[in-house]
């Protein structure tokens, strides 16, 4: 307007603008045109205000409902792919309409895709940060017991429940658990219709500091070693049961107390190296722990942790009290490789090593006491899913080294059908095939055949001890295992297989089996 008056003014001041004139009025006119679009801005912004604060009297439930959906999509990043903990999203508190979280609790909203809920997939977080997940299975079916001449009998297992709570701190600072309950229960009831066990089944706390280098503190986690042992949930494999390797050379699940560091070292290539207490060459309750922490007294026999028939199954370090019998700790590593390319492929090298698993106070059933003896493992895997096809194929070799094969328990322990050699090692190959089978009930399904055969050496040569050297060839096993996994979802499956096991006992395994399963992890 200043500008106006004064152009006006100015052209009305005498002759010498007159040669000007016309210039002038090109001038004015910008001038006035420039004066109206100010005004219609003006009275944009005045209408879009009164609208907005109708708005918001009108509805704030929407709004508040609409900026809590798009947060609740923002996941925390997890502290490590290969674990595959789940991680808290992390949605805001409800705000009052002063601005304070709300006392009341979340209502469950619709409109949120299911795998953004964080609790359990069906409900939002009641607190920032924390996500709680689940996975486990149910068994059923009918297998021969050796124990009764490979007589068949049926049965039903509900194997595992687990709860699997994570709370993101802060987006660099989270806590991961698992809470196990076994096999439908916490311990035996009068009647035996309970047979279980509650624990902890992982603990701990994640330090993000860069990619290439974050720290676990010091918890339970797994030993880092093969790829079923970190991704054991049902819907991982597609056998009934874990792979046989890791029910036997590697104790699945091998948990222990450690601590570790772990990071990305390039696009194709993770790592994790831990510290940890050492597994210990004892298979025994822990009633049979001394004050002393120490084995029985020399004179009382115990149970091996190490065996040729059940391998390492025994052997895991405890968890709670100061019960370990051992001051020893082992070290772990692992190398994941996913190479860009080679699409669909993946795979890990790992190895473990304790420099003794013999416990305090170890001895022979003469009343001779036990020396030391190192353990050391090597594990190879690879999974390859081929690229526009339904084909997948898996491979793992894993090899345990024996220190000194004379002091372990179970060459020591008069029962010579046990005995321990040099090394154990077994390996397995498998094929699968995808099939999809369309949408069911809003979901799309796929099956998989699988055929899977694992071959284990429990007994290899270079036995030694006070045990007589008779092995009868039931560590040498072969497991022939077909069936196929449905799946209703990629967080549900549905299984159905036949194994066949053969070994180099007189009688054979006897322990052939027909099974189904139900599975979930979400």
Avoid: C
């Avoid at 229960?185 to 500091?209: M, P, R, V």
């Amino acid at each position: 307007m200043l500008l106006a008056a004064t152009a006006i003014s100015l052209l009305g001041s005498g002759s010498a603008w007159s040669a000007e004139g016309e210039a002038s009025d090109a001038v004015l006119k910008k001038m006035e045109a420039m004066e109206k679009r100010i005004q219609s801005l003006e009275a944009e912004l005045r209408q879009k205000r009164v609208a907005d604060a109708a708005g918001q009297e009108a509805a704030p439930a929407d709004k508040k409902r609409t900026a809590g959906s798009e947060k609740a999509q923002k996941k925390t990043p997890a502290p490590e792919t290969d674990k595959g903990a789940k991680v808290a999203a992390a949605p805001e508190l409800p705000q009052d309409p002063k601005g304070k979280p709300s006392s009341k609790p979340k209502t469950l909203d619709l409109s949120t895709p299911p795998s953004d809920l964080p609790i359990l997939g069906v409900a939002p977080s009641p607190v920032a940060g924390l996500s709680i997940g689940a996975y486990g299975e149910v068994k059923f079916g009918s297998m021969q017991n050796p124990a009764a001449n490979g007589q068949w009998q049926s049965g039903f297992d509900t194997a595992r429940m687990v709860l699997l709570p994570t709370y993101a701190i802060t987006d660099n600072i989270i806590f991961n658990a698992e809470i196990e309950f076994e096999h439908a229960g916490s311990g035996f009831d009068n009647d035996d219709k309970l047979h279980g066990t509650a624990e902890i089944e992982q603990l701990w706390i994640d330090f993000k500091i860069i990619d290439q280098f974050n720290w676990r503190a010091p918890g339970i986690d797994l030993v880092p070693i093969g790829y079923i042992n970190q991704h054991h949930e049902p819907t991982q494999f597609y056998s009934v049961n874990r792979p046989e390797l890791y029910n036997s050379i590697i104790p699945s699940t091998w948990k222990v107390p450690g601590t570790s560091v772990y990071g990305t070292i390039s696009e194709d290539l993770r790592y994790q190296i831990m510290l940890s207490a050492t597994n210990e060459d004892f298979g025994d309750s822990f009633a049979n722990r001394t004050d002393a922490k120490t084995v029985p007294l020399p004179g009382t026999p115990y149970f091996p942790g190490i065996d040729g028939a059940n391998a390492l199954a025994f052997s895991n370090p405890p968890l709670g009290g100061f019960d370990q019998l051992s001051n020893t700790l082992a070290v772990s590593g692992r190398l994941d490789v996913t190479p860009t390319f080679l699409p669909g492929f993946g795979g890990s090298i790992s190895a473990y090593y304790s420099p003794n698993t013999t416990p305090r106070g170890a001895h022979d059933d003469l009343g001779n006491f036990l020396g030391k003896s190192s353990l050391a493992m090597f594990d190879a895997e690879f999974r390859y899913r081929v690229p526009n096809t339904g084909l997948e194929l898996r491979g793992e070799y894993v090899r345990v080294e024996f220190g000194n094969p004379a002091n372990l328990r179970a060459n020591n322990d008069s029962d010579p059908t046990n005995n321990v050699g040099k090394a154990m090692f077994g390996y397995s190959g498998e094929i699968a095939y995808h099939i999809p089978l369309g949408t069911i009930l809003r979901s799309e399904w796929e099956a998989v055949p699988f055929y899977n055969y694992t071959y284990e050496n429990l007994q290899t040569g270079g036995f030694a001890g006070t045990d007589i050297n008779s092995p009868t060839g039931a560590g040498q096993r072969q497991f022939h295992t077909a069936g196929v996994a449905v799946f209703p979802s990629p967080k549900i499956v549905l299984k159905a297989e036949y194994q066949r096991v053969i070994d180099k006992s007189l009688v054979g395994a006897l322990s052939d089996s027909y099974l189904g399963g139900v599975g979930f992890f979400f």
